[in-house]
């Protein structure tokens, strides 16, 4: 049985839901860099200090936290069957990525917020990097190579690639205004590097 949040956690998540909601609206109309910290608050009615108490940075916002989204990812790849090879079992936990709590509308401002702000491409970088680290452990064992202190240099590059066609597939998606399926994107980036 899993366990069931406090009222604190519960508060803490629909605070966060709503300063995050809010802050997308204010994304949207002002675009990333013009929207500030201050009117964020403004609008939801809290202060700098409560904003940081929930966020780090106004990139946070957008991102997520990128450090709990990717042990996430590393759980599911993980789990998944060891006989599967790498490629499928990197597809499946990328697929965990997907925001549920995320209506269609507001994944496409997201998408449209990372295609535009220099910050975010920025930020989303370094956690590609962290991700590499992250991810390279569990792909270096189904690419069978041996077990090292360091990640391999090879399962980094596949990690890399993996994580490169998971932005191209996001990034066509975002260009065909929504009306394209990202996991297919991702599917035909993949079986092109695969060729």
């Excluded at 789990?79 to 990525?97: G, K, M, N, Y």
């Amino acid at each position: 049985m899993a366990d069931t949040p406090t009222l604190r956690e519960r508060a803490r998540r629909a605070a966060r839901a709503e300063i995050t909601a809010t802050a997308l609206q204010l994304f949207a109309e002002n675009g990333f860099e013009a929207t500030t910290i201050d009117q964020i608050t403004s609008a939801v009615g809290i202060s700098r200090r409560s904003f940081f108490h929930y966020f780090g940075s106004k990139e946070d916002l957008v991102l997520g936290d990128t450090e709990a989204l990717g042990e996430s990812v590393r759980a599911a790849l993980e789990a998944r069957p060891e006989d599967e090879s790498a490629w499928t079992a990197v597809r499946a936990a990328f697929l965990t990525i997907r925001p549920a709590d995320r209506t269609p509308e507001e994944q496409f401002v997201l998408a449209r917020l990372h295609h535009e702000a220099p910050s975010l491409r920025a930020r989303h970088l370094e956690k590609h990097l962290r991700w590499q680290s992250l991810l390279a452990p569990g792909v270096q064992r189904r690419l069978g190579l041996p077990l090292t202190p360091d990640p391999d240099p090879r399962a980094l590059a596949f990690v890399a690639a993996a994580l490169a066609c998971f932005d191209a597939a996001v990034d066509a998606w975002y260009r065909s205004g929504g009306a394209d399926d990202p996991v297919r994107l991702f599917d035909e980036a993949v079986a092109t590097l695969r060729a």
